[in-house]
C-alpha cells in the first residue's frame, strides 16, 4: 500500500471512530419515553424526587429539587442542548433545596454531551464534566 493509501485509510478509520464517539455522545441515547431519577448534580447527590424525562419531539420535563421544569433537548454540530428552559417558581422551604435548585439551573444550562455510565446516563459540560448524573426511574 502506497502512503497516501495508508494515509487515506488511517484518516477515514479516525473520521469512522469521531462518528460513532459523537453518537455515543448523543441525545440518541434519551429516546422519547426515557425516564430518569437525578442522581447527582455537579458530582453531589441530588435531593430526593429530581426526575429528567423525555417525550415526544425531545421535549425534556421533570422535577428540579423545587420546581417543575421543561425544555427542548436539541443536537448541533455535535452538541446537546437544552433551551427554552421554563420552570414554575415555588418557594424552597430549605435552604439546601434551595442552593440545589440553583445548581440544578445551571448544570442543565451547561450541558452539550451525553455519555453511557455504569449505573445510567451522565450530561457533560463541554470539558467532559458530568454536571447532571442519571439513572434510570423504575429500573429500566
Same mark, same amino acid.
Given at each position: 500500500?502506497? @502512503? $497516501?493509501? $495508508? @494515509? ?9 471512530? *469521531?462518528?460513532?464517539? *459523537?453518537? =455515543? ?12 431519577? /437525578?442522581? &447527582?448534580?455537579? +458530582? %453531589? ?10 417525550? =415526544?419531539?425531545?421535549?425534556?420535563? +421533570?422535577? *428540579? ?12 454540530? +455535535? ?6 428552559? /421554563? ?6 422551604? =430549605?435552604?439546601? &433545596?434551595?442552593? %440545589? ?5 445551571? %448544570?442543565?444550562?451547561? /450541558?452539550?454531551? *451525553?455519555?453511557?455510565?455504569? =449505573? ?21
Amino acid at each position: 500500500m502506497t @502512503l $497516501t493509501r $495508508t @494515509l487515506a485509510a488511517l484518516a477515514a478509520a479516525a473520521a469512522l471512530a *469521531a462518528c460513532q464517539d *459523537a453518537g =455515543e455522545r448523543s441525545v440518541a441515547m434519551l429516546r422519547p419515553g426515557s425516564s430518569f431519577t /437525578v442522581a &447527582r448534580i455537579d +458530582g %453531589a447527590p441530588a435531593p430526593a424526587g429530581v426526575t429528567f424525562e423525555v417525550g =415526544e419531539g425531545s421535549r425534556v420535563t +421533570g422535577r *428540579a429539587p423545587c420546581n417543575r421544569y421543561s425544555g427542548q433537548l436539541t443536537e448541533s454540530g +455535535g452538541a446537546m442542548t437544552v433551551s427554552g428552559t /421554563v420552570m414554575t417558581r415555588m418557594a424552597c422551604g =430549605e435552604a439546601d &433545596r434551595m442552593m %440545589a435548585e440553583t445548581r440544578f439551573g445551571i %448544570a442543565l444550562g451547561s /450541558v452539550t454531551a *451525553a455519555r453511557r455510565t455504569g =449505573e445510567g446516563i451522565a450530561l457533560t459540560d463541554p470539558e467532559g464534566r458530568e454536571r447532571l448524573g442519571l439513572v434510570p426511574a423504575g429500573g429500566q
